[in-house]
């Protein structure tokens, strides 16, 4: 069971990290395109606060998720190495 959780944590890092990347991509291409259109300075000083806000807040997923699941899969492994071997053996056993 804990090989499971360990991989489905890998893969919710992973994922957390390559759509919040896809969306720092979009939102700051989008930024730009829209101001090399525009060409208004007036854009900029009115939609900066949400862009900066957009920005932290995708970074802030796409670092700390990707943490947060590997510290869990570091605190797992060492459960695993402190724990009793027969606890684990109890749990690996099908009914």
Known sequence: MDT?????????????????LAGLFVLNGAAAVLFVMRGNRDLVQRWTTWWLAANLL??????????????????????????????????????
Do not use: E, K
Request: hydrophobic share 60%; no cysteine; aromatic share 10%.
């Open 4 to 20: 499971v959780l360990m991989q489905w944590l890998a893969a919710v890092g992973w994922t957390a990290f390559s759509w919040a």
């Open 58 to 95: 995708l970074v802030a997923v796409g670092v700390g998720v990707p943490t947060i699941t590997t510290v869990t899969r570091l605190a797992i492994t060492a459960a695993r190495a402190v724990a009793p071997n027969a606890l684990w053996a109890q749990q690996q056993t099908p009914d």
